[in-house]
T-cell receptor, first 117, second 111 residues
Framework: NAGVTQTPKFRILKIGQSMTLQCTQDMNHNYMYWYRQDPGMGLKLIYYSVGAGITDKGEVPNGYNVSRSTTEDFPLRLELAAPSQTSVYFC????????????????FGEGSWLTVV | KNEVEQSPQNLTAQEGEFITINCSYSVGISALHWLQQHPGGGIVSLFMLSSGKKKHGRLIATINIQEKHSSLHITASHPRDSAVYICAALHSGGGADGLTFGKGTHLIIQP
């Protein structure tokens, strides 16, 4: 089973360039999330979506954009990359709100390592 | 705002030892997750619990709601248990954005 798939795994960007991190899930989950993980820090929520056509900002949304045109896909767009966006990015999904019911857990992709130079 | 603290930050132990990782949070929660991050980076959910104790193989997770504290135990630890263990708390008033993550505990089990 594929689960949550995100690409690319590794990318080096120059300052000012733009790129899109792709995320797709095949579990028919309604909720999808983008997190970033910086060294020595906990995961921080960038954006999330509770269903197709619905997105909302998380804790650290500046410099990013998302869209959710289908249930399966939730791409993260970086506009005008900055060194502060050097991080590991994780896409995740859950059927409904995580923790609201027994067995509703969260599934993560393998991570995308992004370096902005 | 919920704060989630984990201890220890780093732990090195010998194969076979009993391991305990602690997680404390500051406000009421509706659920707590324990996650495992492999050396290659992938994150896997181990447990989700809102009360009592859960067991899966050699892993045991407990939570004390009154004390705002959870522990993850590993019995008969093995080098393949080496990973970063992360707790994440879903605060009671939270929406879909309601998970707060700890910084993780880096566990190394030496043969």
């Amino acid at each position: 089973n594929a689960g949550v798939t995100q690409t690319p795994k590794f990318r080096i960007l120059k300052i000012g360039q733009s790129m899109t991190l792709q995320c797709t899930q095949d579990m028919n989950h309604n909720y999808m999330y983008w997190y970033r993980q910086d060294p020595g820090m906990g995961l921080k929520l960038i954006y999330y979506s509770v269903g197709a056509g619905i997105t909302d900002k998380g804790e650290v949304p500046n410099g990013y954009n998302v869209s959710r045109s289908t249930t399966e896909d939730f791409p993260l767009r970086l506009e005008l990359a900055a060194p502060s966006q050097t991080s590991v990015y994780f896409c995740a999904s859950s059927y409904s709100q995580v923790g609201r019911s027994s067995g509703n857990t969260i599934y993560f992709g393998e991570g995308s390592w992004l370096t902005v130079v | 705002k919920n704060e989630v603290e984990q201890s220890p930050q780093n732990l090195t132990a010998q194969e076979g030892e009993f391991i305990t990782i602690n997680c404390s949070y500051s406000v009421g929660i509706s659920a707590l997750h324990w996650l495992q991050q492999h050396p290659g980076g992938g994150i896997v959910s181990l447990f989700m619990l809102s009360s009592g104790k859960k067991k899966h193989g050699r892993l045991i997770a407990t939570i004390n709601i009154q004390e705002k504290h959870s522990s993850l135990h590993i019995t008969a630890s093995h080098p393949r248990d080496s990973a970063v263990y992360i707790c994440a708390a879903l605060h009671s008033g939270g929406g879909a954005d309601g998970l707060t993550f700890g910084k993780g505990t880096h566990l190394i089990i030496q043969p």
